[in-house]
């Protein structure tokens, strides 16, 4: 089945320390995305990257950090410097076919502790 | 940045019944799109309808699109339990390169 992993489900870290989440995808989608979510607002983008070992910051992503080493993983890592990071993460991705449908993980809920 | 918004922020209706979401948005667009979001869950998209289309039907849902109000509203007709959740509308700015802007949401609850 083609889709979206992203782990954990539910991750908690005490103040100060890195975190680094997960995202893979096997639809052979170029372009990935990071969103943060919290109660009651919509998604604020965090980096996105169109191609392998290229990204761009989005609106949010002081305190973020990416990498896109292969097609088929956009970790993100949220730094100690992030201020607030207690949010629902989401990841997603696109393909050349239908590049604006955004295809979604199931989300990693982040609890700083 | 935000640009949709969506109204009402939160709907309750009898299950049966029709549901209307609204969405307006600021910028001239490619595109608007409707996802739903279960709780605690990632988004799935559900219809896209482009800026030179006023209207567009998939199975219970009906999407239009008013680009001089720059709104947008969704209905879902004969409602049911299962239709529980949040649904977002997302719009592209013309010169953004696919990027997406999301609203708030609006929030369905359907009583069985």
């Known amino acids: 089945d083609g889709g979206i992993t992203q782990s954990p489900k539910y991750l908690f870290r005490k103040e100060g320390q890195n975190v680094t989440l997960s995202c893979e995808q096997n639809l052979n989608h170029d372009a990935m995305y990071w969103y943060r979510q919290d109660p009651g607002q919509g998604l604020r983008l965090i980096y996105y990257?169109?191609?392998?070992?290229?990204?761009q910051k989005g609106d949010i992503a002081e305190g973020y950090s990416v990498s896109r080493e292969k097609k088929e993983s956009f970790p993100l890592t949220v730094t100690s410097a992030q201020k607030n990071p207690t949010a629902f993460y989401l990841c997603?991705?696109?393909?050349?076919?239908?590049?604006?449908?955004?295809?979604f993980g199931p989300g990693t809920r982040l609890t700083v502790l | 940045s935000q640009q949709g918004e969506e109204d009402p922020q939160a709907l309750s209706i009898q299950e049966g019944e029709n549901a209307t979401m609204n969405c307006s948005y600021k910028?001239?667009?490619?595109?608007l799109q409707w996802y739903r979001q279960n709780s605690g869950r990632g988004l799935v998209h559900l219809i896209l309808i482009r800026s030179n289309e006023r209207e567009k039907h998939s199975g219970r849902l009906r999407v239009t699109l008013d680009t001089s109000k720059k709104s947008s509203s969704l209905l879902i007709t004969a409602s049911r339990a299962a239709d529980t959740a949040s649904y977002f509308c997302?719009?592209?700015?013309?010169?953004?390169?696919?990027?997406?802007?999301w609203g708030a949401g609006t929030k369905l609850i359907i009583k069985p």
């Open positions: 997603a991705s696109t393909g050349t076919g239908t590049p604006y449908e955004q295809f």
């Open positions: 910028t001239s667009i490619n595109n």
């Open positions: 997302a719009t592209d700015d013309k010169d953004s390169n696919y990027q997406l802007i």
């Open positions: 990257s169109q191609i392998v070992n290229d990204f």
